[in-house]
Antibody, heavy 114, light 107 residues
Framework: QVQLQQSAAELARPGASVKMSCKAS????????MHWVKQRPGQGLEWIGY????????EYNQKFKDKTTLTADKSSSTAYMQLSSLTSEDSAVYYC???????WGQGTLVTVSA | DIVLTQSPATLSVTPGDSVSLSCRAS??????LHWYQQKSHESPRLLIK???QSISGIPSRFSGSGSGTDFTLSINSVETEDFGMYFC?????????FGGGTKLEIK
């Protein structure tokens, strides 16, 4: 069965960076784009961007373009998202979503605090 | 960016009621509209794709309709497990955008 397993919660200082992972299983990783979505506590969903694991091509929401770097490792079927220059506004749950949003990871909680 | 406006913000219903949730797009998006359910502390779950296409494993009481700018998610005879948040999302253009959500709560 398809699964997207995300990395554990992160606690980071303001100004730092974090890199989270999303390991895919149960399907051909390179056949589908991987999307990333942000959800702040009690808020709605924001699309961050996607990566094509086969080509490495990325597309970003302009709002997150300077904040986010998406990468993928075909050998381990894992997608990564790095967030840089963290502020309190980056405290949120981050989801990976694959196969045209039909499958979602369990989310990675990022808390930015001094 | 395409703005999706969901209404109502909150819908209070009794189990067994049938309900309709609305999603309106700021410009035409054809049928490129998808619906998700999110329960507290869980990931979103895809309910309906391309406005009206059913998803394997989703109960048949969920259905979708609409095209262009106006879309509806209908739940026929709400069950207690259906309470939570519902979001619409468009895939007509970049960036992908989501509606603000409708909270379905028990009356």
């Amino acid at each position: 069965q398809v699964q997207l397993q995300q990395s554990a919660a992160e606690l980071a200082r303001p100004g730092a960076s974090v890199k989270m992972s999303c390991k895919a299983s149960g399907y051909t990783f390179t056949s589908y784009t991987m999307h990333w979505v942000k959800q702040r506590p009690g808020q709605g969903l924001e699309w961050i961007g996607y990566i094509n694991p086969s080509s490495g091509y990325t597309e970003y929401n302009q709002k997150f373009k300077d904040k986010t770097t998406l990468t993928a490792d075909k050998s381990s079927s894992t997608a990564y998202m790095q967030l840089s220059s963290l502020t309190s506004e980056d405290s949120a749950v981050y989801y990976c979503a694959g196969i045209t949003f039909a499958y979602w990871g369990q989310g990675t909680l990022v808390t930015v605090s001094a | 960016d395409i703005v999706l406006t969901q209404s109502p913000a909150t819908l209070s219903v009794t189990p067994g009621d049938s309900v309709s949730l609305s999603c309106r797009a700021s410009q035409s998006i054809s049928n490129n509209l998808h619906w998700y359910q999110q329960k507290s502390h869980e990931s979103p779950r895809l309910l309906i794709k391309y406005a009206s296409q059913s998803i394997s494993g989703i109960p048949s009481r969920f259905s979708g309709s609409g095209s262009g700018t106006d879309f509806t998610l209908s739940i026929n005879s709400v069950e207690t497990e259906d309470f939570g948040m519902y979001f619409c999302q468009q895939s007509n253009s970049w960036p992908r955008t989501f509606g603000g959500g409708t909270k379905l709560e028990i009356k």
